[in-house]
Structures are given as structure tokens and as C-alpha cells.
């Protein structure tokens, strides 16, 4: 509509001032009643345009902004929105570059490659013509790597219990991050999603993705340069969400299943929406908030205490309905510094979120991510202020009890106690049955493509250098279609990205559940394999933590161990480093009687069967360890299994012989296939002399234990 009117705008312009008469002062100075003789239709068509206009903010995403680091040695894109066809102009670093607003009003330049540098300047973006600008202050140019993935990637640094003395130590002004806030998008793609750039400092490094800022850390240390993380994850995501539509739908393995569950979601949503309509529970928006927002509570004015977490019960509120929470927020002068994150999960399934009476975020039927979801909402720098701030929450429940899953926090705080509650309308209770009536509304994060239209779309084409991926725990069920999902989804990235083969290194899973005594099929060993095989993808790498995980806890502590080996792999791969950047990998067997010899590449000088420790890590936040009982108490290598035409698996005597790996087993006189770590959580030791683990492989083929 706004292209329409403004094309509209143009051509009565162009008559106006063909006939000698100034469109734009006139226009402005009419009153209605001088234009009343002209049909309603073009007058709305005259003066609409002007008022679109004249309201089109010159503006950037979110990812320009304060403390960006932009990309070096590499073309700069650069974009953003104004008026249509207004001149924009683009300075940096001495460079000035120009263009215009197309008929979206979207327009785009490129800065010429850059060279790395710590200093602190100004983007300048500005309309000539309109005297107008945005300012982008505290820009560095350096190295930039997207980290995505799930919750593995989007592990922070304040859930590693002994980061403590490193985050303390952590002021870095060239090691900086920006943070996508999660925005599951519906059909069409956002242009913009929230975020915003932090510098490294006891405050804001409790939020950096921890395996990104020790990758950051280790090849800073070597190349001297500005490095920015740009964490862009969702816990508990498969893969598929962060691919396009429309690279789902070139796949036929995929573009089924994405239909069928776009199909659902909308069928939920609609039987959602009618549930609320013929039960008469549809929501009444409240008008002015500011009663529930800004003003003091009281007692006398309704509001009552009310727990934490979980259902909020008290005897003057209802069950159901729609119902306002507030708290009082008191922040350190170092909280107020830079944008801040709130988060909380509330057990309701819709919320409008305010503070400082300002709305910051909200959670409807299109973007619902589940009960217990944790949401996060991006308070903007200005909103923030020392000492007491006010947070109100706003929750409609037509269904479930209103109330939180767990305390609300801002960075690494968290903010027990001092809900103050309040009922806005009241909606008639649920018995057993109404409950069950209830629809489902899906949850729009697991849907194909979501996660890349509203997470990984808005911030295309930013420079960088490269990814960082940590994910594939929620594709476990499935490892044979992710042979199909994992390849394409690097495909697609650098497609829409529009850098070429940027480099690609990804960590494989780590060992995780229960330890077995025989050798046996795993779904985990299985979605290892997938992972080793997408290195057959140019550019790519793989960090093997075989040996870092914990048999109780799917998010291991060793965060450490994946970005440093990351590193390895950057440092040789891309920046022509000349180290050691993996383990082992199995490269060709020979039968040699009742043995099997084994080949390896990357072998760094020689291969090492290191201890075995005594005991093996349950849960290392909680200290907690156990025995560990070698399945090969003889062999100097533990983790080899061998079999015969039978295929019956048993533990195999394996040891290193010169370059190759030699495994036989007594039970088995004529062996026809090995395999080493193929089970959730081996014990295995083989490493090379680099101390990088070689990782897990099997060299039969035999069919994939999940479905495909």
C-alpha cells in the first residue's frame, strides 16, 4: 500500500509542478475545506503518501548498532530503511559510500574491505537532502564468527560453575557480542529482529556463548585482532527450524514433513482461536495501562502478594482471565551501562512485558513457544535506570492458571520475591473436561524454517568471517534424514549470506547417558556419524568432544575444550596457521588373518593410547563422579569392538602398532568389521600426539538404527 500511495504521490507531484505550482508547500498549507471539492479517494491518495513519508524513519537494524565489530579484510554490507528514493550516504573509516532508498524503502551499500583495527569510531549514516542521520558509536573491525546451534552453543558463561576468576578477569574492549533475541517468525521473514552489542566486562560476559568466547579468546590470542560473536541459538532446536523454506522445500525428504507441520500448526491455531471465540473467551485488550504499569500499588487498590513460581493463587484472585504482576527491580549503576535481557518462563501462555511502563516484548497465539518456555525480552539502554525500576507483566490465561515457571533475571541476577498481582477481568473456571477441550497451540520455534525466517534472516548479509555450530542433541531420533538436513542447512546458509564458502566448523557431539558393558547400537553414535560425514562438505570442520561429556547432564561443563578446539581448527583452516587441528580420523582397513589393521589421517606425529582414568564424570556442577570399569582391562586401547559374518559385536584387544591401529579379539577368529566409541557414552583413548581424541567411526555399513 505504502509503494502504491507514494508512486501515486509522485505523478500528482509531477503535474503540480508541470504547472508551475510548489506540490509540496501547497499541499501542506490546505486546509480540508479548500480541498473538499476533490472526490475522497484522491484526496486520501494525495495526502496519504505524505504522511507515509514524512513518518519513514531513516533507520538500521539492530545489528548496527553501539559496539558492533565489523568484519575485515571483506566487503561491508551495509543497510537499512528511509523515505523512498531518499539519498542515503554511508561513513566510515574514510570511506564514503552512497546510494538510494528503493521503492521498499529498503536500501543497501558496501563498504570497501576494511583493516582490522581496536580503535573506537563513528558510523555515520545521513540523508543530505532531509538533513537528518544515525550515529553508530564505539565501532572496532576485526574478526566476526556466527555461533548457532542449540542449547549447547547457547550455554553461557555464568552456567559454568568455575568461570567465576574468568569472568571476573574478562574486561576486553575488542572481544564483544551480539545477542539475537529469540523470534520464532511466522511465514514471511523479518527484517529486524531484537539485539544488541556488549563489550566483554564482569556485568555483561556472564551472557557471552561460552564455547564462542574461549574460541574468541584462543585466536585472539594468536592474531591480535577485535573478535565479535554474534550468538544466534535456541536450546532444544533441531536443525530443520534454521533452515529456509525454501532450501526445505528442494529437499523432498524434507519439504513433506515441513508442510505437514506448517499444516498443523495453522489447523492449531485456527481451532485455537475458535475454541476462544465460541467459549466466549477471547481476549479484551485493556486501553490504557498505565493504571497496571506505572502507578503505585497498593492493597487498597486490589493488588495482592503472591508467590514466585507456579500457579499464582490467592483467594481474591480468579482462576482465569486476563491479570497484571509487578515487582520493583532495584539495578547497579553497571546494570544500567548497556541493553539487558529479561527473562522468565511463564506458565500462562500469552504476556505483554513492561518496563518502565514501556512495552518491550509480548507472546501471542504466532509466537508461542510453549508452557515453560523461557522468554527473553531486550530492555533498551534507555529504559534502564539505577536504583528501583518497575516490571509489570501482563498475562492473559483463558486456559492455564496465570503465574511463573521460575524467578524472572536479568543477565546472571535474579529476582526472587515481591510479585504483586492484580486481576483485570475474570474469566469463567475450567472443569476436567473444558480443560481437555482445549486445543493445542503448537509451538512456533520447532516449525521448519521459523528460527531461520525470524532469527537468521534479519541480520543477512552482516559480514563475517564464518560459523560456529554446536547442535544436533534434538536430532538424535532421526541421524539418517540429518545426513540430508545438516548439509543442506550449511548449503543454504552461505547461500543467503551471499560471501561464498565461508568457513564452517561445528562441534560433534559430546559422550552423554549411561555407560554400557557391551557393544551395541546407538542412536547418539549414529548422529556422530551424520556429523562426520558433512565434512565431506567444502570448508568445514569438526571439534570432537568424545571425551568432555558427563553421563547426567546433556550440557557439559568443558565449554572450554569445544571453543579452544574450534580454535585449532580456525586458526589452521582459515587463518593458515600451522598446528594440529584434529584428531585421528579413520581413513582404510586391511584384514590381516584374525586381525584388522587400521589407518588414520591426521595422525600429527604419532598416535597415543593415553590412561584411563578410574573414574568417569556424572555431573561435574555438582561434583559428581563414578568408577569406571574398563570393558578391555588387557588392551591398550579401550573403545574397539570387532565382529565377525555374524555381526555379533564383542570388545577387541587393540593396540597401537607404528602409524595404524591393530584390534583382534579371540572370540573372533575371522573378523570382518571395527568400531571404536560407537555408543552414547564410550570410554575410549586414542588420541594423536597433538592430544586431540580421534573420533568415533565404524567401518561396516550397516543400516542406521533410526528411521528415515
Given at each position: 500500500?505504502?509503494?502504491?500511495?507514494?508512486?501515486?504521490?509522485?505523478?500528482?507531484?509531477?503535474?503540480?509542478?508541470?504547472?508551475?505550482?510548489?506540490?509540496?508547500?501547497?499541499?501542506?498549507?490546505?486546509?480540508?475545506?479548500?480541498?473538499?471539492?476533490?472526490?475522497?479517494?484522491?484526496?486520501?491518495?494525495?495526502?496519504?503518501?505524505?504522511?507515509?513519508?514524512?513518518?519513514?524513519?531513516?533507520?538500521?537494524?539492530?545489528?548496527?548498532?553501539?559496539?558492533?565489530?565489523?568484519?575485515?579484510?571483506?566487503?561491508?554490507?551495509?543497510?537499512?530503511?528511509?523515505?523512498?528514493?531518499?539519498?542515503?550516504?554511508?561513513?566510515?573509516?574514510?570511506?564514503?559510500?552512497?546510494?538510494?532508498?528503493?521503492?521498499?524503502?529498503?536500501?543497501?551499500?558496501?563498504?570497501?574491505?576494511?583493516?582490522?583495527?581496536?580503535?573506537?569510531?563513528?558510523?555515520?549514516?545521513?540523508?543530505?537532502?532531509?538533513?537528518?542521520?544515525?550515529?553508530?558509536?564505539?565501532?572496532?573491525?576485526?574478526?566476526?564468527?556466527?555461533?548457532?546451534?542449540?542449547?549447547?552453543?547457547?550455554?553461557?558463561?555464568?552456567?559454568?560453575?568455575?568461570?567465576?576468576?574468568?569472568?571476573?578477569?574478562?574486561?576486553?574492549?575488542?572481544?564483544?557480542?551480539?545477542?539475537?533475541?529469540?523470534?520464532?517468525?511466522?511465514?514471511?521473514?523479518?527484517?529486524?529482529?531484537?539485539?544488541?552489542?556488549?563489550?566483554?566486562?564482569?556485568?555483561?560476559?556472564?551472557?557471552?556463548?561460552?564455547?564462542?568466547?574461549?574460541?574468541?579468546?584462543?585466536?585472539?590470542?594468536?592474531?591480535?585482532?577485535?573478535?565479535?560473536?554474534?550468538?544466534?541459538?535456541?536450546?532444544?532446536?533441531?536443525?530443520?527450524?534454521?533452515?529456509?523454506?525454501?532450501?526445505?522445500?528442494?529437499?523432498?525428504?524434507?519439504?513433506?514433513?515441513?508442510?505437514?507441520?506448517?499444516?498443523?500448526?495453522?489447523?492449531?491455531?485456527?481451532?485455537?482461536?475458535?475454541?476462544?471465540?465460541?467459549?466466549?473467551?477471547?481476549?479484551?485488550?485493556?486501553?490504557?495501562?498505565?493504571?497496571?504499569?506505572?502507578?503505585?500499588?497498593?492493597?487498597?487498590?486490589?493488588?495482592?502478594?503472591?508467590?514466585?513460581?507456579?500457579?499464582?493463587?490467592?483467594?481474591?484472585?480468579?482462576?482465569?482471565?486476563?491479570?497484571?504482576?509487578?515487582?520493583?527491580?532495584?539495578?547497579?549503576?553497571?546494570?544500567?551501562?548497556?541493553?539487558?535481557?529479561?527473562?522468565?518462563?511463564?506458565?500462562?501462555?500469552?504476556?505483554?512485558?513492561?518496563?518502565?511502563?514501556?512495552?518491550?516484548?509480548?507472546?501471542?497465539?504466532?509466537?508461542?513457544?510453549?508452557?515453560?518456555?523461557?522468554?527473553?525480552?531486550?530492555?533498551?539502554?534507555a529504559l534502564l535506570k539505577e536504583g528501583v525500576n518497575q516490571l509489570a507483566v501482563r498475562i492473559f490465561a483463558p486456559a492455564?492458571?496465570?503465574?511463573?515457571?521460575?524467578?524472572?533475571?536479568?543477565?546472571?541476577?535474579?529476582?526472587?520475591?515481591?510479585?504483586?498481582?492484580?486481576?483485570?477481568?475474570?474469566?469463567?473456571?475450567?472443569?476436567?473436561?473444558?480443560?481437555?477441550?482445549?486445543?493445542?497451540?503448537?509451538?512456533?520455534?520447532?516449525?521448519?524454517?521459523?528460527?531461520?525466517?525470524?532469527?537468521?534472516?534479519?541480520?543477512?548479509?552482516?559480514?563475517?568471517?564464518?560459523?560456529?555450530?554446536?547442535?544436533?542433541?534434538?536430532?538424535?531420533?532421526?541421524?539418517?534424514?540429518?545426513?540430508?538436513?545438516?548439509?543442506?542447512?550449511?548449503?543454504?546458509?552461505?547461500?543467503?549470506?551471499?560471501?561464498?564458502?565461508?568457513?564452517?566448523?561445528?562441534?560433534?557431539?559430546?559422550?552423554?547417558?549411561?555407560?554400557?558393558?557391551?557393544?551395541?547400537?546407538?542412536?547418539?553414535?549414529?548422529?556422530?556419524?551424520?556429523?562426520?560425514?558433512?565434512?565431506?562438505?567444502?570448508?568445514?570442520?569438526?571439534?570432537?568432544?568424545?571425551?568432555?561429556?558427563?553421563?547426567?547432564?546433556?550440557?557439559?561443563?568443558?565449554?572450554?575444550?569445544?571453543?579452544?578446539?574450534?580454535?585449532?581448527?580456525?586458526?589452521?583452516?582459515?587463518?593458515?596457521?600451522?598446528?594440529?587441528?584434529?584428531?585421528?580420523?579413520?581413513?582404510?582397513?586391511?584384514?590381516?588373518?584374525?586381525?584388522?589393521?587400521?589407518?588414520?589421517?591426521?595422525?600429527?606425529?604419532?598416535?597415543?593410547?593415553?590412561?584411563?582414568?578410574?573414574?568417569?564424570?556424572?555431573?561435574?556442577?555438582?561434583?559428581?563422579?563414578?568408577?569406571?570399569?574398563?570393558?578391555?582391562?588387557?588392551?591398550?586401547?579401550?573403545?574397539?569392538?570387532?565382529?565377525?559374518?555374524?555381526?555379533?559385536?564383542?570388545?577387541?584387544?587393540?593396540?597401537?602398532?607404528?602409524?595404524?591401529?591393530?584390534?583382534?579379539?579371540?572370540?573372533?577368529?575371522?573378523?570382518?568389521?571395527?568400531?571404536?566409541?560407537?555408543?552414547?557414552?564410550?570410554?575410549?583413548?586414542?588420541?594423536?600426539?597433538?592430544?586431540?581424541?580421534?573420533?568415533?567411526?565404524?567401518?561396516?555399513?550397516?543400516?542406521?538404527?533410526?528411521?528415515?
Amino acid at each position: 500500500m505504502k509503494t502504491t500511495l507514494t508512486v501515486t504521490c509522485v505523478f500528482l507531484k509531477s503535474v503540480w509542478q508541470a504547472a508551475g505550482r510548489p506540490f509540496d508547500d501547497q499541499v501542506r498549507r490546505l486546509s480540508p475545506l479548500r480541498y473538499a471539492w476533490l472526490c475522497p479517494a484522491l484526496t486520501a491518495l494525495l495526502l496519504a503518501p505524505l504522511t507515509a513519508l514524512d513518518a519513514a524513519e531513516l533507520r538500521l537494524p539492530s545489528i548496527f548498532s553501539d559496539h558492533m565489530v565489523l568484519q575485515c579484510a571483506k566487503a561491508v554490507p551495509v543497510w537499512g530503511w528511509a523515505d523512498v528514493g531518499e539519498q542515503i550516504v554511508v561513513e566510515f573509516a574514510g570511506q564514503s559510500q552512497s546510494t538510494t532508498a528503493n521503492a521498499d524503502g529498503k536500501w543497501t551499500v558496501k563498504l570497501n574491505a576494511l583493516e582490522a583495527s581496536a580503535d573506537a569510531r563513528e558510523m555515520v549514516v545521513q540523508s543530505p537532502a532531509r538533513n537528518r542521520s544515525v550515529k553508530v558509536a564505539d565501532v572496532i573491525v576485526g574478526e566476526v564468527w556466527a555461533g548457532g546451534g542449540q542449547s549447547n552453543m547457547e550455554f553461557d558463561m555464568k552456567a559454568i560453575t568455575s568461570a567465576t576468576a574468568e569472568i571476573d578477569a574478562s574486561a576486553n574492549p575488542t572481544l564483544r557480542q551480539f545477542h539475537v533475541l529469540k523470534n520464532p517468525a511466522a511465514r514471511t521473514p523479518a527484517d529486524d529482529v531484537q539485539g544488541y552489542w556488549t563489550v566483554a566486562r564482569p556485568g555483561t560476559t556472564e551472557d557471552f556463548i561460552a564455547a564462542g568466547y574461549y574460541f574468541a579468546k584462543s585466536i585472539q590470542s594468536e592474531l591480535k585482532t577485535p573478535v565479535g560473536l554474534i550468538k544466534v541459538c535456541w536450546g532444544g532446536s533441531k536443525v530443520e527450524p534454521w533452515i529456509s523454506p525454501e532450501s526445505l522445500a528442494s529437499a523432498p525428504e524434507l519439504a513433506a514433513g515441513a508442510k505437514n507441520m506448517d499444516a498443523m500448526s495453522e489447523r492449531n491455531k485456527s481451532a485455537y482461536r475458535e475454541w476462544l471465540k465460541q467459549s466466549q473467551r477471547e481476549d479484551r485488550p485493556p486501553g490504557d495501562v498505565a493504571p497496571f504499569t506505572a502507578r503505585p500499588v497498593s492493597k487498597e487498590d486490589g493488588w495482592v502478594a503472591v508467590k514466585d513460581s507456579g500457579p499464582a493463587s490467592h483467594p481474591a484472585l480468579p482462576e482465569l482471565g486476563a491479570f497484571w504482576f509487578r515487582k520493583e527491580v532495584t539495578l547497579t549503576a553497571r546494570q544500567t551501562g548497556a541493553a539487558q535481557v529479561l527473562q522468565f518462563g511463564p506458565s500462562a501462555q500469552f504476556d505483554q512485558v513492561y518496563w518502565n511502563g514501556a512495552l518491550i516484548g509480548q507472546r501471542t497465539a504466532d509466537s508461542f513457544t510453549g508452557l515453560i518456555s523461557v522468554r527473553h525480552y531486550l530492555i533498551p539502554p534507555a529504559l534502564l535506570k539505577e536504583g528501583v525500576n518497575q516490571l509489570a507483566v501482563r498475562i492473559f490465561a483463558p486456559a492455564e492458571p496465570p503465574g511463573f515457571s521460575w524467578f524472572p533475571s536479568i543477565g546472571s541476577t535474579k529476582m526472587p520475591g515481591g510479585w504483586m498481582a492484580k486481576a483485570e477481568y475474570e474469566l469463567p473456571p475450567l472443569d476436567p473436561s473444558g480443560r481437555k477441550a482445549v486445543p493445542p497451540l503448537t509451538g512456533q520455534h520447532v516449525l521448519p524454517g521459523r528460527l531461520f525466517q525470524g532469527m537468521v534472516h534479519p541480520i543477512l548479509p552482516y559480514a563475517i568471517r564464518g560459523v560456529l555450530w554446536y547442535q544436533g542433541e534434538s536430532n538424535t531420533g532421526n541421524a539418517a534424514l540429518y545426513r540430508t538436513s545438516f548439509p543442506l542447512l550449511i548449503k543454504d546458509w552461505r547461500q543467503h549470506w551471499q560471501q561464498g564458502d565461508f568457513p564452517f566448523y561445528f562441534c560433534q557431539l559430546a559422550n552423554y547417558r549411561a555407560k554400557t558393558d557391551q557393544p551395541g547400537e546407538s542412536i547418539w553414535a549414529d548422529l556422530r556419524e551424520a556429523q562426520s560425514k558433512t565434512l565431506a562438505v567444502p570448508n568445514t570442520g569438526m571439534a570432537v568432544l568424545i571425551d568432555t561429556g558427563e553421563s547426567e547432564d546433556i550440557h557439559p561443563q568443558t565449554k572450554q575444550i569445544a571453543g579452544e578446539r574450534l580454535a585449532k581448527i580456525a586458526l589452521a583452516k582459515t587463518y593458515g596457521r600451522a598446528i594440529p587441528n584434529s584428531g585421528p580420523i579413520y581413513a582404510s582397513m586391511k584384514i590381516e588373518g584374525g586381525s584388522i589393521r587400521l589407518s588414520f589421517d591426521h595422525i600429527e606425529n604419532g598416535l597415543v593410547a593415553k590412561d584411563v582414568p578410574a573414574t568417569y564424570a556424572v555431573m561435574r556442577k555438582a561434583d559428581k563422579t563414578a568408577s569406571l570399569v574398563r570393558n578391555s582391562p588387557l588392551s591398550q586401547l579401550e573403545g574397539f569392538a570387532i565382529c565377525g559374518a555374524d555381526k555379533k559385536w564383542v570388545w577387541a584387544d587393540a593396540k597401537i602398532d607404528g602409524a595404524t591401529v591393530l584390534v583382534s579379539s579371540v572370540h573372533v577368529p575371522a573378523p570382518i568389521a571395527v568400531r571404536y566409541a560407537w555408543s552414547d557414552n564410550p570410554t575410549c583413548n586414542l588420541y594423536n600426539v597433538a592430544d586431540l581424541p580421534a573420533a568415533p567411526f565404524r567401518t561396516d555399513e550397516e543400516a542406521l538404527n533410526t528411521k528415515p
